[in-house]
Each structure stands twice: as C-alpha cells, then as structure tokens.
C-alpha cells in the first residue's frame, strides 16, 4: 500500500490536458498546474525574474511588472535555442514548487499537469507515471486557432516543432487517453482511475 501516488498528465498542444486535469478536479483531486504556475513564478520568484530578463532582455515584463507572455512566446518559440534557456530557468523552480505543493496534499493520488514532461523523464520532474493525452495534429490546430485567436498558425507549428513527436509520446507514456474529437474521455478517465486505486493498493 502506498502512500502517496503522483500523476503527470501530459500532450501537446491543444490535446486535452488541461479538459482531463479539470474533470480531475471536479471528481475531487488536487490537481497541480505547471503551466500556469510557472507564470506566477516568473512574477513572483526574483532569482527567476532576474534570470528572464538577463536572458531575454527588459521587454519579458511589462511596465505594471506582469509577464509580457505574448512577447516571450514570439521570442522562445522561434528559437529552440532560447527556448531552452528558458526551460533552464523556469523548470527546476517550478519543480521546486511542485515539491513543496505536494507535501501539503493530504490526497493519495495526486496529479501533475505539464506541457514538458516525457522530455526531462519522471524522477526529474517528480512523478511515478505519466499520462498522454493525445489527439490527430490537424484536430488539435483546429482546437487552438478557435481558443487562441491571436496566435499564428506559424507559431502553433513552432510550439509542436517543440513538443515531443506524439508517436514518442504515445511508446513512452505508462497510460494513453485518447481525446480526438470523437472520443469519449470520461471512461477513459474512469478505467484510469481504476487501474491508479490497483497501484496503490498493491
Ligand atoms: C513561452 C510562454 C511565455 C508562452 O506563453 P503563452 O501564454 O503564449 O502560451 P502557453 O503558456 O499557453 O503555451 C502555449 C503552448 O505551448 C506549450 N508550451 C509552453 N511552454 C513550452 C515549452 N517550454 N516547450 C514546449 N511547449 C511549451 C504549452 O503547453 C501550450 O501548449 C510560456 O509558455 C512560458 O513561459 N513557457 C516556459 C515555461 C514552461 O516551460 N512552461 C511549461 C511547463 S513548466
Ligand atoms: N474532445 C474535444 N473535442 C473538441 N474540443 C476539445 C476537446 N477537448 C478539448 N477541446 C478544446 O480544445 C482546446 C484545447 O484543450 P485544452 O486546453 O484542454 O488542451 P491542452 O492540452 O491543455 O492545451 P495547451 O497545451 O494549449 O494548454 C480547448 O478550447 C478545449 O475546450
């Protein structure tokens, strides 16, 4: 019997994470956020914030001191080489807080939603298995240019140059949930459930 299981919930851009993580929530689990708490870091943390604008230069933060998000993600997704220096900065500190967050949840299971995460490997980034959550490319551009309307198409196609291939994606993941279009991700959730209760169990 374990004691605490941790979950990364995984996929690229525009398959579902973040559908599948809030579903999670609804049925009661802590649910960790790194994409959204890497911004809050980036404001909040000044070793971090000092790092970016070494990095990127002033314009990474406008004048109110929030992160200038569009600007950066002009700048780091059409160069894979700042984009990761980036990464550099911001993942071992939001990893830091993933730590500190999970010693606070009294839950069993709890999980870890991040774009970037088969990349650096599971001791790496705190977790005991990962989920994929994948969909057809061409479905998930669809799904991004409808949210994100300032975003280019080129850009989106840079962000999946960036993110690990799906069929990579698919042989190292420990579970799949298949989100396209079609199909039905509550069972899927369910069935996944299922099989993380048998783990801790064991
Ligand atoms: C580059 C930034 C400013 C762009 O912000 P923006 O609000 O425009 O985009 P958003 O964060 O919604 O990301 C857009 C898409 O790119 C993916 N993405 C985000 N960061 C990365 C990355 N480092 N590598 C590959 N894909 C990424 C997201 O999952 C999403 O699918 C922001 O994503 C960022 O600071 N990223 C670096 C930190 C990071 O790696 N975060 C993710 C995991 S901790
Ligand atoms: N099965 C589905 N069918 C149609 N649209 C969907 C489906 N699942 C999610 N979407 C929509 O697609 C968009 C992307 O989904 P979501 O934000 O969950 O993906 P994500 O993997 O978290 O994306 P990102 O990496 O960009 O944060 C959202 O607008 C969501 O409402």
Do not use: C
């Not at 870890?112 to 959550?133: P, R, S, T």
């Not at 069972?187 to 064991?202: D, E, G």
């Amino acid at each position: 019997m374990r004691d605490k299981l941790k979950i990364g919930i995984t996929g690229g851009i525009g398959a579902g994470k973040s559908s599948v993580s809030k579903f999670l929530e609804v049925l009661g689990y802590p649910v960790y956020n790194a994409d959204e708490r890497a911004k809050e870091l980036v404001v909040a943390d000044p070793e971090v914030k000092a790092a970016i604008i070494n990095l990127l230069g002033e314009q990474a933060y406008l004048e109110d001191g929030s992160y200038n998000r569009q600007w950066v993600g002009q700048q780091v997704f059409a160069d894979d080489q700042l984009l990761k220096s980036l990464n550099h900065i911001v993942h071992p500190a939001v990893a830091k807080d993933f730590q500190k967050w999970s010693g606070r949840q009294a839950s069993t299971l709890i999980f870890k939603e991040a774009a970037i995460m088969l990349e650096h490997g599971k001791d790496l980034v705190g977790v005991d298995y990962i989920v994929a959550v994948v969909a057809p490319e061409q479905e998930r551009i669809q799904r991004i240019r409808k949210r994100d309307a300032f975003r280019s198409e080129a850009q989106i196609h840079q962000i999946i140059r960036n993110q690990i291939p799906e069929k990579d994606l698919k042989a190292k993941a420990d579970f799949l949930i298949d989100n396209a279009d079609h199909s039905a991700v509550i069972p899927q959730v369910n069935s996944l459930l299922h099989s993380l209760s048998r783990i801790i169990q064991a």
